[in-house]
């Protein structure tokens, strides 16, 4: 009798502590898109994870400078999340653009002979460019970065088809038109004409049904799969009711890649070159293929997250709210189609505008008018000519105003090592997409300074929803210390950032945020601290505090 009572007053003493354990329990840290840390890649200018698929299709004429393909791919992706590269930047989604098959040939656009390195040059949808890689590769990213927890954006294009060369015939009068060129002075003629000369623009407009282009239909036969992707084609029609035209094609083509490797969303491209009611039509198509993988694929499931679309629609800004202006029509481009739209502003907002101007105006926005919906910051690009900071006089400046901006941010490849965005000999674009800089993050100091500071705010803002999705208040001017609260069930997240204070010993009032005897500690020094009469002391080497409980 005596071992009983003791052998139930043991598991009651461990089933107390259990108890009292599960009751102290934090909730866990929700992914939330509207804050999330966006890493933008080229996949050819990244990393070279595999140089036996660096040459194909003999592309191999004189290009312009920084025009060709220059050896990134898929592998060279997944090796960084292994060797916890994005991990340590606090990445939580990794945008790559296109990586389906380019057109064989070069073009010349006036900037010298130029290859689809960028990928925004499509021959085949239902096809990787093997200088990307493999369905095998792809597949094996999705998985590795989902077990890191990070999720995979790939890139949608509906617009158009890549250039006519010598080797990639124009497609059918059906699918295309290739005049006129658009001038962007209304609606009308931003959407129904090419972006530029050579480039089809797909007849997203029509209802008509169109057999498939013959450039495709012989390629299929040559590779063998002919039969398959007919096959495929009738079934996704009679499940849809779709009629056979163009769009429907092509979003059949891009929502298998979510059905069999589980991507977690789509950056669009030239949103505003296309009906804003093909968007809906695309979202609602992306959300079905998406519920099917995740009832095929229990568990792969990352979370309750729904499909991811986010939107470039050229010149948007955040102060536009819902409303892009076209001159002669306003178009909502959020409502039934995207979850956010990339924001072309913020680099104007962050150079004339003062910090706190700044990140107050982006928090009443996304809480009001935008509240549900989110935007997409950066501070440098693929294709914008005027970034914030092209020489990278400004990295650490870049890191603070974009990292904990309100709003999702996009992190360029390259941001957080400071690589050039001016290179001599290059033509328009091509200066902003050279190849990534691993050299000087091993080996130059100052590099690897800046990149410990992207790293600090990035692992920040990764373990705070609050920073990007909640909500700001100032707390004192000078110094200039603010708090951001955010609330999701039973996960509550509260923070407190400090900017421009003093090297050395800071006094910071946080009575309007916690308590007396809170322990605190800053994020960016490592320190941790007390809160005694309202106040905390930080002694760091640092003009930044980031404070977490």
Known sequence: MKYFLIVVACLVFFNCEDKKEALLEKPETPFVWEAANVYFLLTDRFNNGDTSNDVNFNRNLETGKLRGFEGGDIKGITQKIKEG???????????????????????????????????????????????????????????????????????????????????????????????????????????????????????????????????????????????????ELDAFFKRTGYPRAPRFYIMKWLTDYITDFGIDGYRVDTVKHVEESVWQEFKAACDFAFAEYKKNNPDNVLDDNGFYLVGEVYNYGISATKAFDFGDKKVNYFDNAFDGLINFEMKWH?????????????????????????????????????????????????????????????????????????????????????????????????????????????????????IGAGVHQMI??????????????????????????????????VSKVFKNGDELRDGYSGVSCTVKAGKVTINSEYNIVLLEK
């Open 350 to 466: 962050a150079a004339q505008m003062t910090t706190e101007e700044h990140f107050k105006k982006y928090s009443e926005i996304l809480n009001s008018d935008l509240k549900g919906y989110s935007v997409l910051n950066y501070l440098s690009s693929h294709d914008d000519s005027q970034p914030f900071d092209a020489s990278r006089e400004k990295a650490f400046e870049t890191a603070t105003k974009l990292l904990l901006c309100p709003g999702a941010s996009q992190v360029y490849y390259g941001d957080e090592s400071a690589r050039s965005l001016v290179v001599a000999g290059t033509v328009g674009d091509a200066t902003l997409r050279s190849f990534m800089n691993w050299e000087a993050i091993k080996n130059n100091q100052e590099t690897k300074l800046v990149l410990e500071h992207w790293q600090k705010l990035g692992q920040f803002r990764a373990n705070h929803p609050a």
């Open 85 to 231: 590269y994005f991990s340590d930047l606090g990445i939580n989604a990794i945008w790559m653009t296109p990586i389906v098959e380019q057109i064989h040939g070069g073009t010349d656009e006036g900037t010298g002979i130029s290859y689809g390195f960028h990928g925004y040059w499509a021959s085949d949808w239902t096809n990787l460019d093997p200088n990307f890689g493999t369905k095998k590769d792809l597949q094996e990213l999705v998985e590795v970065a989902h077990k890191n927890g990070i999720r995979i954006l790939l890139d949608a294009v509906i617009n158009h088809t890549g250039p006519v060369t010598d080797k990639d015939p124009v497609w059918p009068s059906t699918w295309v038109r290739t005049e006129p060129q658009c001038d962007y002075a209304s609606y009308d003629n931003t959407i129904s004409c090419t972006l530029v000369k050579n480039l089809p623009d797909i007849k997203t407009e029509s209802d008509e049904a169109v057999e498939l282009p013959p450039q495709l239909v012989e390629k299929w036969k040559a590779e063998g799969r002919y039969e398959q992707e007919v096959a």
């Open 476 to 509: 004192t001017e000078t110094p200039y210390l603010f708090y951001r609260s955010f609330s999701k069930g039973d996960f509550k997240d509260l923070v407190v950032v400090g900017l421009d204070l003093p090297i050395g010993k800071k006094v910071l009032d």
